[in-house]
C-alpha cells in the first residue's frame, strides 16, 4: 500500500525538462539530449528521426524531421519512448502553425507548411534580431517572386556536412540542395527549427522593395538593406571598413593590455625564493583570493578598484 501511494503521488514523478532552443537543427537537440533532461536516449531518438515511414506518420513528407521540432521547454515523464517523445512535439508545433489563420495565409501565398518552415528557417537563422525578421522576410519574398536566388550563406552551410566554420568561395561554388546560390528556390527541407516569430515572419513580410542586405558589423547583429545592387555594394564597402576599424582597435586594445601587464610585473615584481644551503628554497603556495604586496594607496583605495586590482595581478601571476 505504502508503494502504491508513491506511485499514485504526482509529487513522486520524476519529470524530465527537455529544452529545443530558436535555430537549434536535430543534430543540435540530439547532441543536448542528457539522462538528465531527456526521458530517451541519443540513439533511440536518432533513430526515430531518421526513420521516413514513422515521419509520413506525423504528416511529414520529406526525408528530414528538420523544422518540426518545434522550440519549446516539453516536461515529459517516463515510460515514455522515443516515438511518443517527437509525435509530442510534432504535434505540439503543428497545433500552433496551423490555426485557421496562418492555414489561410499559406494558401494566400501558395505555400505548404513545408515551404514556410523551410523560409521561416532561413530568417531564423539570417538574424537574431527581432525587429528585422519581417524585413529580411521581404527580401527573400522578393528574390523568390523575381525568381532570384536567394544567396543566404545559412544553407549553404547546412548543406556541407565537413563545415569547418569559415564559408569559403570554393563552398559557394559547391552543388548542394542547399546552395541557394546555385539553386533559385528555396531549399528541400528547413535548415533549422525555427521559432512561432520567425514563422509569422515568413508569412507576413513587410512591404519594400529591398533585394539585399548585409550586415551593419558594428556589433548589433543588425543589417543594412538595400533596392540596388550599387546601394548594396557600397553597404558591403562600408561593412568591410567596419570590420577593418575593429580589428584595428581589436589590436590596439591588446597591445594596450599587454604593456599594462609589462608595468604591473615591473611595480609588483614576483619575489624570487632565497636559497638556503646552497639550494632554492621551494616557493610558497600562490594565494588566489588576496594579492598580499599591493601598495599603501591601493590598499586605501575604494574596494572595487582594489579587487579590480587584485584580480589583474593575479590573473598575470597566473
Known amino acids: ?7 499514485l503521488n504526482p ?53 528530414s524531421l528538420e523544422g518540426y521540432l518545434f522550440p519549446e521547454t516539453y516536461t515529459f515523464a517516463k515510460p515514455i519512448t522515443a516515438k ?61 517572386r523575381l525568381k532570384m536566388p536567394l544567396q543566404s550563406d545559412p544553407t549553404v552551410i547546412y548543406g556541407i556536412p565537413d563545415f569547418d566554420g569559415t564559408i569559403k568561395k570554393s563552398d559557394l561554388k559547391r552543388q548542394t540542395l542547399y546552395n541557394t546560390y546555385l539553386n533559385r528556390d528555396l531549399p528541400p527541407t528547413p535548415i533549422c527549427n525555427p521559432s512561432l516569430e520567425a514563422f509569422k515572419a515568413a508569412l507576413y513580410p513587410e512591404t519594400t522593395k529591398y533585394l539585399y542586405f548585409v550586415a551593419k558589423g558594428d556589433g548589433t547583429g543588425t543589417h543594412v538593406f538595400s533596392e540596388t545592387l550599387a546601394e548594396h555594394n557600397k553597404a558591403v564597402a562600408q561593412f568591410r571598413k567596419s570590420q577593418a ?6 589590436e590596439i586594445e591588446a597591445e ?26 621551494a616557493p610558497k603556495p600562490k594565494r588566489s583570493k588576496e594579492i598580499s604586496h599591493l601598495d599603501d594607496a591601493l590598499k586605501s583605495a575604494p574596494e572595487t578598484q582594489a579587487d579590480r586590482k587584485r584580480k589583474d595581478i593575479s590573473t598575470i601571476f597566473d
Do not use: C
Open 245 to 250: 576599424v575593429n580589428e584595428a582597435v581589436a
Open 84 to 144: 511518443e517523445v517527437i509525435k509530442y512535439i510534432v504535434d505540439f508545433g503543428k497545433n500552433k502553425m496551423m490555426s485557421e489563420e496562418y492555414n489561410k495565409r499559406m494558401i494566400e501565398l501558395n505555400m505548404d507548411l513545408n515551404r514556410a518552415l523551410t523560409l521561416a528557417s532561413i530568417i531564423e537563422k539570417e538574424t537574431g534580431a527581432a525587429s528585422e525578421r519581417a524585413t529580411i522576410s521581404s527580401v527573400f519574398h522578393n528574390r523568390l
Open 11 to 63: 509529487k513522486e514523478i520524476v519529470k524530465y525538462k527537455a529544452q529545443i532552443i530558436p535555430g537549434m537543427t536535430v543534430s543540435d537537440v540530439i547532441k543536448k539530449i542528457t539522462p538528465e533532461t531527456w526521458p530517451v536516449t541519443k540513439d533511440s531518438f536518432a533513430i526515430e528521426a531518421g526513420d521516413t515511414e514513422f515521419l509520413q506518420q506525423l504528416g511529414i513528407f520529406t526525408r
Open 256 to 281: 594596450r593590455k599587454k604593456t599594462q601587464q609589462e608595468f604591473d610585473l615591473q611595480k609588483y615584481p614576483v619575489a624570487k625564493p632565497k636559497e638556503e644551503g646552497g639550494k632554492k628554497a
Open 1 to 7: 500500500s505504502q508503494i502504491l501511494k508513491i506511485i
